[in-house]
């Protein structure tokens, strides 16, 4: 069936660095691949998203890479910032594109 | 755009007792809502898809007996947890999909957290 794996699920980062989190999935066919940042309590944000005719998408800190061949795609965040902590999850939609399957999420964590 | 609102941002109730849970799409047509289901520290894991007119589609393992799922119109859908239990105390979450626009984008409502005691 389908599914969607991320890692890490920690992710520890001195400000200013970056930080890079990974997802495989299982589905040939998805070529939607958005990625959300939900704060504690709150509701999940979309943050950036990629189709699978691009390989690449930026904007401004962060970008979506995508390597079909390999069924993976990565968030890249650059110059990270306190506010940047959070939890982040990958997504993908399931065989036909009804459904949303999320990944296990990454807790980041950006120390001043 | 694209707003979703949800209603109660947070509840408690007692054992045995029903809550239900709006989720309205405030300014465009949801012929498709979903449900989560979020415990601390975890992913979101869709509990049923709602869909208006007709019955709910639930996931593998989640009681539709307990889980009472109403799309009653194209802009409000409603979560019902009966005979609530401690173990269903969780962040409850609704999605929309405006299905009239080519894209897999979903809005979440802001949550209900749901206490059982």
């Known amino acids: 069936g389908e599914n969607v794996e991320q890692h890490p699920s920690t992710l520890s980062v001195q400000e200013g660095d970056s930080a890079v989190i990974k997802c495989t999935y299982s589905?040939?066919?998805?070529?939607?691949f958005p990625w959300y940042k939900q704060e504690l309590g709150k509701r999940p944000q979309l943050i950036i998203d990629?189709?699978?005719?691009?390989g690449e998408k930026k904007d401004q800190r962060i970008a979506v890479t995508l390597n079909k061949t390999a069924k993976h795609f990565s968030l890249h965040i650059t110059e990270t910032q306190p506010e940047d902590s959070a939890v982040y999850f990958c997504?993908?939609?399931?065989?036909?594109?009804?459904?949303?399957?999320f990944g296990a999420g990454t807790r980041l964590f950006v120390k001043a | 755009g694209a707003v979703v609102s949800q209603h109660p941002s947070w509840v408690i109730c007692k054992s045995g007792t029903s809550v239900k849970i709006e989720c309205r799409s405030l300014?465009?047509?949801?012929?498709?809502m979903f449900w989560y289901r979020q415990f601390p520290k975890q992913s979101l894991m869709l509990m049923a898809t709602?869909?208006?007119?007709?019955?709910?589609?639930?996931e593998q393992g989640v009681e539709k007996d307990k889980f009472l799922i109403n799309h009653a119109s194209l802009t409000l859908s409603t979560l019902t947890v009966t005979s609530a239990h401690p173990e269903d105390s969780s962040f409850y979450i609704c999605?929309?999909?405006?299905?009239?626009?080519?894209?897999?984008?979903?809005?979440f409502g802001p949550g209900t957290r749901l206490t059982v005691t």
């Open positions: 999605s929309a999909r405006d299905m009239t626009r080519p894209t897999y984008e979903q809005y």
């Open positions: 589905d040939s066919a998805s070529n939607y």
């Open positions: 990629i189709r699978s005719n691009v």
């Open positions: 997504a993908s939609p399931n065989t036909g594109g009804f459904k949303t399957i």
């Open positions: 300014d465009f047509q949801a012929t498709t």
């Open positions: 709602s869909n208006e007119g007709s019955k709910a589609t639930y």
